[in-house]
């Protein structure tokens, strides 16, 4: 889904800067209390850089000294990142491709591809054959366990030595930030809100997207009244159901857990808030009867069905529009509104995106060359080309960028205004997706589907199976390892 | 072949070590035959590849079932059994194997019979016989994979062809995948239309291999068709139904395809089996060694009950 | 015979009840294969629709005419842009509509200055990277065109000016929906350097097929040589070199352990080596075994699919029980006449096994056919890719489209049943004679 999504200027500069707003708030007490500590550890590390440094250029200087024979000692990487035969961009990426070899004779890069469809276990079983890439990207809740078991290289020296690292807007690194140690460089965002169809919604007379959870269930019911055969909303029940569930439950004023002061988590499944979110789902599919009748087909199911007009509303992102209108839906009728507050009268979207990481068991060299070929990729110039690439050849930009001094603006043609504008406006509430969501996912899923599926299921009863199991199972032990860490 | 004493020797014997194994043969064909290598040069290659390919590598999961397993820096930290109690104690982990043999159960209910009626049946046509033996094997050729997703299209309940169909006969709608009583039974009733495919032909060639003399015999005293089919047929083809019970068995409390690509052991955990957390385990939450413990665990649980049966099998006897 | 026989009470009951089993089993088993063939052809609109639909609908056939009368001389590129641009666009536009090709014929002066046509295959392949958006212009077209070409993704002959015979003026513009709807797109659109003279609707049975083809365009695509077969080959490569060792050395050793092991002890030992290994479950081992070929330097090779079915026990069993009924006083009497166990083996044993080598074939060919997680994990290249890999990477893939999933089903049963109406003959007949009989 490397289609992108343009947005004007004001819009561009206003977004960057609220979901930075968003990033630094979300990260809440932990980054305050750590901020200090993160200010020091910065310091030393930019010692510890200057010495890495010397290093290299003793390494560097040496062959230069000795002689011709070691000169062309070729620095070897192995990136995942060879696109797609069928990526529209393929032809601009593989040119990408050599003009680093260009620049950089002295690292050899290969590529590999890395789109399949559950490329996961392709990933962590060459990582465990100690074949893992020394460069790849990976999206932000998967960082989040790669993180802890040391699959993402600490790469804290290598961006504080880097003079790009300020080029990269405020707080762009903080979802690669753990401990005051930095383990990805920030490759894209996402925001996500609402989406919607206008045709079907003008059929049923509506003239504006819902506001609040009422309107989305009256809305929802009357589009489907009037249009034959489709249905309101599609819910997302599989296997990433909490996805979108934790953002009714930031609507409705809560988390679905909490980290403490000294970084212990709390679980929070049962909090008012999380019970009211389940209760709101179960009526959706219930009460309101808006969704569809297979909840537990996946999201790519969920999309299909947005695009071939088989349903009304569905959550997505700030980059759906060209996802869907390449897939063949009109461009007009793609709708994008801020999520409906809750009985907290908040809406906030959740930010996103996906990371350079570097592997811990390549040498010195070959990651300071991978983190060389992934800012070459960060690079303004490769930017701007991709850029004016997308322009000519059609296709949209993605509304954000992780850079200062790349200019979006300049190659934004054809997302809607109104689109760009509702965008703009559901990202001025940033949240970060729940802590440690990795390894409670599978707990949380377990009572949404129960509520989907099962019309008797009592919402707050649920949660508190799956908050029992859960706190049994991971917190106590996530707990008992962080204070004996300590 | 052998009696229960040898089976008992034989399953402590497993345990021992491939060279002991050949070096008794060795012994053994020495002291009593005139021929030493060439059984063991017979069977050195496929022991090789047998030990490289299949204990090696249980073995290796054995040793990363007692670390707490870094893929990053093998193998991280000792943590001996702990493992094996961590998933014990797991409230998944009993859903995990109540739900395997709700599945084993199910599949014995709705699939495993298929085959054998199919057979009897079959064995009583007699024009175009081949004929049919050669449709019964169509359905089986399909892959996993593509004949899964073809069942998930089916089952669809917003615009699905059995609820549509279903309707026409004034049934449902059902929920399918999205009926958690359902589920389970959504997951196996394939294997039902699919059918026997092989085993079909398997039970067909046991029930003509029987000796007409045996029929005539019947049918002299009396016995009506019907009858011949439960007092004949069945008990001499009653091994061939051990045989393919026990690898039905492990089949079936080993299958993961089919419910991967069907529900990934959702909805709500109702089609969580342990091949599932196993791969669940390992490739989503990075836990390599506890995934390592659940699949020696499965291991030694499938070996057990295979042994069992054929036991029960020789007491029957 | 049948003189002979009296009709007993309940027999003709029986007959009856037998065929009716019969043919219901078989109708529950073919119907959901009849469904899938009839969804490879449909489109997938039909596919997905609320009311299930049973029979493909003929694809549409647009026939477009655009003349250049009185415009100036242009070279061949230009023509082929404008050409690509009534195909391309409009299709886009219209993804949703069954539309099976796309002729356009270029006209000047009465003569005919180019055709070209492209069929739903190469335009649903050809789709997610030359249309991915809706923005028509005839920039996007321009940066597009070395694409189309090298990939051969429409088919574009240029005739020149005057070359060909004078052709009748035809002026039919269809008054059905589609037809509509393009001319609509044309006028709205200002698009075109040509002037729309006739646009033709009609259908072809032969697009019906589509998807079949395009499963073969998306694999040269993935820069693999030969297509979709090309996966097909290492598939059926893999099973022939497994099958070739099962054959083997499978049967030697189950030979040894049958035939030439004289203790009831060891021979128990050694059969449970072989057979409890099919207790092992397939997904536990992958680490290790991916551990195991990284050491063996097999990764992403064809070997690190091949080798790991070398060991399997059933094919042992399988053997087993065959070898076990071997009439011992032949091999004696090889014995005593000084052959040596190979030369038994290889004149005496081998000749009158060929049904049980069959079934063996067969019953390995399966498996090793339909294997996906090892080949999916220690496979990375495409040329490596097996077939089911390749199956899997359709449907998760970018474009899943349903057509081509049923299709890629269809296709990928035709090896299997080949290999089962070869040697139907031979596997019944060898049933007899192994181990599962008893």
């Given at each position: 889904m490397k289609k992108h999504g343009g947005i004007k200027k004001s819009a561009s500069v206003l977004v960057a800067a609220t979901i930075v707003a968003g990033l630094l708030s979300a990260c809440g007490s932990e980054k305050e209390d750590n901020a200090g500590g993160t200010n020091n550890a910065a310091s030393q590390t930019n010692n510890a850089s200057e010495g890495t440094n010397a290093s290299a250029n003793d390494t560097t200087n040496a062959p230069a000294n000795t002689g011709d024979a070691a000169a062309d000692a070729v620095v070897e990487i192995t990136v995942w990142d060879q696109p797609s035969p069928d990526d529209p961009a393929k032809s601009f990426v593989e040119e990408q491709f050599a003009k680093f070899d260009a620049a950089?004779?002295?690292?050899?890069?290969?590529?590999?591809?890395?789109?399949?469809?559950?490329?996961?276990?392709?990933?962590?079983?060459?990582?465990?054959?100690?074949?893992?890439?020394?460069?790849?990207?990976?999206?932000?809740?998967?960082?989040?366990?790669?993180?802890?078991?040391?699959?993402?290289?600490?790469?804290?020296?290598?961006?504080?030595?880097?003079?790009?690292?300020?080029?990269?807007?405020d707080g762009a690194f903080n979802l690669a930030t753990k401990d005051g140690k930095i383990y990805g460089i920030p490759n894209d965002m996402y925001t996500s809100g609402l989406i919607y169809n206008k045709k079907l919604f003008a059929n049923a007379g509506i003239t504006a997207p819902p506001k609040t959870w009422e309107e989305f269930a009256a809305d929802a019911q009357l589009v489907q009244q009037k249009n034959a055969g489709i249905v309101g909303f599609d819910i997302l029940g599989m296997d990433w159901a909490d996805w979108h569930f934790e953002y009714y439950v930031w609507q409705a004023g809560g988390d679905l857990t909490e980290q403490q002061p000294d970084g212990t988590a709390k679980l929070t499944f049962t909090s008012d808030a999380a019970v009211k979110a389940l209760q709101y789902y179960k009526d959706l599919k219930w009460k309101y009867n808006v969704t569809q009748k297979n909840v537990v087909q996946d999201i790519g199911e969920n999309e299909k069905d947005f695009y071939s007009g088989r349903s009304a509303m569905i959550i997505g992102t700030s980059d759906s529009f060209t996802n869907f209108v390449g897939r063949g839906m009109n461009p007009d009728?793609?709708?994008?509104?801020?999520?409906?507050?809750?009985?907290?009268?908040?809406?906030?979207?959740?930010?996103?995106?996906?990371?350079?990481?570097?592997?811990?068991?390549?040498?010195?060299?070959?990651?300071?060359?991978?983190?060389?070929?992934?800012?070459?990729?960060?690079?303004?110039?490769?930017?701007?080309?991709?850029?004016?690439?997308?322009?000519?050849?059609?296709?949209?930009?993605?509304?954000?960028?992780?850079?200062?001094?790349?200019?979006v603006t300049k190659f934004i043609k054809d997302v809607p205004q109104d689109y760009l504008d509702a965008v703009n406006e559901s990202a001025k509430d940033q949240h970060l997706e729940y802590f440690l969501k990795s390894s409670l996912s599978s707990y949380l899923v377990k009572p949404i589907q129960k509520v989907l599926l099962d019309k008797n299921a009592d919402p707050a009863a649920e949660l508190q199976k799956a908050q029992d199991l859960a706190q049994k199972e991971v917190i106590d032990k996530y707990n008992n390892d962080l204070k004996a860490a300590k | 072949?052998?009696?229960?004493?040898?089976?008992?020797?034989?399953?402590?014997?497993?345990?021992?070590?491939?060279?002991?194994?050949?070096?008794?043969?060795?012994?053994?064909?020495?002291?009593?035959?005139?021929?030493?290598?060439?059984?063991?040069?017979?069977?050195?290659?496929?022991?090789?590849?047998?030990?490289?390919?299949?204990?090696?590598?249980?073995?290796?999961?054995?040793?990363?079932?007692?670390?707490?397993?870094?893929?990053?820096?093998?193998?991280?930290?000792?943590?001996?059994?702990?493992?094996?109690?961590?998933?014990?104690?797991?409230?998944?982990?009993w859903v995990a194997m109540k739900n395997t043999f709700i599945f084993f159960l199910l599949s014995v209910a709705i699939v495993f019979w298929v085959p054998i009626v199919q057979a009897l049946f079959l064995s009583q046509v007699k024009r175009f016989n081949g004929f049919y033996r050669v449709l019964y094997q169509i359905p089986g050729v399909l892959p996993v994979v593509a004949g899964v997703l073809l069942w998930k299209w089916m089952y669809n309940p917003d615009r699905g062809l059995f609820n549509?169909?279903?309707?026409?006969?004034?049934l449902g709608p059902?929920?399918?995948?999205?009926?958690?009583?359902?589920t389970k039974f959504a997951i196996v009733l394939p294997g039902f239309f699919t059918g026997g495919g092989i085993g079909v032909l398997l039970y067909y060639a046991a029930i003509k291999s029987i000796s007409a003399e045996l029929f005539e015999a019947a049918k002299i005293d009396g016995?009506?068709?019907?009858?011949?089919?439960?007092?004949?047929?069945?008990?001499?083809?009653?091994?061939?139904?051990?045989?393919?019970?026990?690898?039905?068995?492990?089949?079936?409390?080993?299958?993961?395809?089919?419910?991967?690509?069907?529900?990934?052991?959702g909805p709500a955990d109702a089609s969580l089996v342990v091949a599932l957390m196993i791969q669940r385990t390992a490739f989503v939450q990075s836990r390599f060694g506890i995934s390592a413990a659940l699949s020696f665990f499965m291991f030694i649980v499938i070996a057990v009950l295979t042994v069992l049966q054929f036991r029960l099998q020789r007491e029957d006897d | 015979m049948k003189s002979h026989r009296i009709i007993e009470k309940g027999e003709r009951k029986l007959a009856v009840t037998s065929y009716a089993v019969t043919v219901v089993f078989i109708i529950l088993g073919i119907l959901p294969l009849v469904w899938m063939l009839l969804t490879s052809m449909m489109d997938n609109e039909s596919i997905d629709a609320t009311t299930p639909k049973f029979l493909?609908?003929?694809?549409?056939?647009?026939?477009?005419?655009?003349?250049?009368?009185?415009?100036?001389?242009?070279?061949?590129?230009?023509?082929?842009?404008?050409?690509?641009?009534?195909?391309?666009?409009?299709?886009?536009?219209?993804?949703?509509?069954?539309?099976?090709?796309?002729?356009?014929?270029?006209?000047?002066?009465?003569?005919?200055?180019?055709?070209?046509?492209?069929?739903?295959?190469?335009?649903?392949?050809?789709?997610?990277?030359?249309?991915?958006?809706?923005?028509?212009?005839?920039?996007?077209?321009?940066?597009?065109?070395?694409?189309?070409?090298?990939?051969?993704?429409?088919?574009?002959?240029?005739?020149?000016?005057?070359?060909?015979?004078?052709?009748?003026?035809?002026?039919?513009?269809?008054?059905?929906?589609?037809?509509?709807?393009?001319?609509?797109?044309?006028?709205?659109?200002?698009?075109?350097?040509?002037?729309?003279?006739?646009?033709?609707q009609s259908r072809n049975w032969l697009r019906l097929f589509d998807s079949y083809r395009s499963l073969n365009i998306l694999a040269s695509e993935a820069a693999v040589s030969f297509g979709f077969y090309h996966y097909f080959f290492n598939s059926l490569l893999i099973c022939v070199i497994v099958i070739a060792w099962q054959l083997t050395f499978g049967a030697m050793a189950s030979y040894a352990l049958s035939q030439l092991l004289r203790s009831k002890k060891t021979k128990f030992v050694v059969l449970m080596y072989f057979l409890a290994t099919i207790m092992i479950p397939g997904v536990s081992v992958l680490i290790p075994q991916y551990l195991l070929m990284q050491k063996l330097n097999l990764v992403d090779n064809l070997w690190a699919v091949i080798l790991p079915h070398f060991a399997w026990g059933f094919v042992i069993f399988l053997f087993k029980g065959f070898f076990d009924q071997l009439p011992k006083e032949l091999l004696q009497a090889a014995r005593v006449d000084g052959a040596s166990e190979l030369r038994t083996f290889l004149r005496i044993v081998i000749p009158m096994s060929v049904p049980v080598f069959t079934i063996v074939a067969v019953m390995t060919f399966i498996p090793v056919w339909n294997d996906f997680l090892w080949p999916y994990v220690v496979t990375k290249s495409h040329h490596n890719w097996t077939f089911t890999v390749a199956m899997n990477d359709m449907q998760g893939g970018r474009n899943p489209r349903a057509n081509w999933i049923s299709a890629g089903g269809v296709v990928s049963m035709i090896p299997l049943l080949l290999v089962f109406l070869g040697t139907q003959g031979a596997i019944e007949k060898g049933i007899n004679f192994t181990g599962i009989k008893g």
């Open positions: 950089h004779p002295n690292i050899k890069v290969k590529h590999v591809e890395a789109w399949q469809p559950d490329v996961r276990e392709k990933f962590l079983t060459a990582v465990a054959g100690g074949e893992g890439p020394d460069l790849s990207y990976s999206a932000f809740p998967d960082m989040q366990v790669y993180i802890p078991k040391g699959i993402a290289a600490d790469i804290t020296d290598l961006v504080n030595g880097s003079p790009d690292k300020d080029r990269f807007i009728d793609i709708g994008f509104a801020p999520f409906p507050a809750g009985p907290s009268g908040k809406a906030p979207a959740q930010v996103g995106g996906s990371f350079w990481m570097l592997n811990p068991k390549s040498s010195p060299e070959q990651q300071k060359a991978a983190f060389d070929y992934a800012m070459f990729s960060m690079s303004k110039e490769s930017q701007d080309a991709l850029g004016q690439f997308k322009v000519d050849n059609g296709l949209g930009l993605r509304p954000f960028t992780v850079l200062k001094d790349f200019d | 072949m052998g009696n229960q004493v040898e089976l008992k020797q034989g399953a402590a014997a497993q345990a021992q070590t491939q060279a002991q194994t050949q070096k008794q043969m060795q012994t053994r064909s020495r002291a009593r035959f005139n021929i030493r290598w060439t059984p063991i040069l017979f069977l050195l290659p496929s022991i090789i590849v047998f030990f490289v390919f299949k204990y090696y590598l249980i073995l290796d999961a054995v040793y990363i079932s007692l670390f707490n397993y870094d893929i990053v820096s093998p193998p991280g930290k000792f943590v001996g059994l702990g493992n094996y109690f961590e998933f014990l104690k797991s409230e998944t982990f549509y169909l279903l309707a026409k006969i004034g059902y929920g399918w995948l999205n009926d958690l009583h359902m016995c009506g068709p019907w009858h011949r089919m439960k007092i004949i047929i069945l008990p001499n083809i009653k091994f061939v139904i051990l045989i393919q019970f026990v690898g039905f068995m492990s089949g079936v409390l080993l299958s993961f395809d089919n419910i991967f690509v069907m529900t990934q052991g | 493909p609908d003929i694809p549409r056939t647009i026939a477009i005419t655009l003349d250049y009368s009185g415009q100036q001389d242009q070279n061949e590129e230009f023509y082929r842009k404008d050409a690509m641009k009534a195909t391309w666009f409009p299709w886009m536009a219209n993804m949703r509509e069954n539309i099976g090709e796309i002729k356009v014929t270029g006209v000047k002066d009465g003569h005919e200055l180019y055709n070209s046509k492209t069929t739903a295959a190469e335009f649903y392949v050809g789709q997610p990277f030359i249309v991915p958006t809706q923005v028509f212009n005839d920039n996007v077209m321009k940066a597009k065109l070395p694409r189309i070409k090298e990939s051969g993704l429409s088919k574009f002959t240029y005739y020149g000016q005057g070359n060909k015979a004078e052709i009748e003026k035809a002026s039919t513009l269809s008054d059905q929906p589609l037809g509509k709807q393009f001319q609509a797109f044309f006028s709205e659109r200002k698009l075109l350097d040509g002037k729309v003279t006739s646009l033709v």
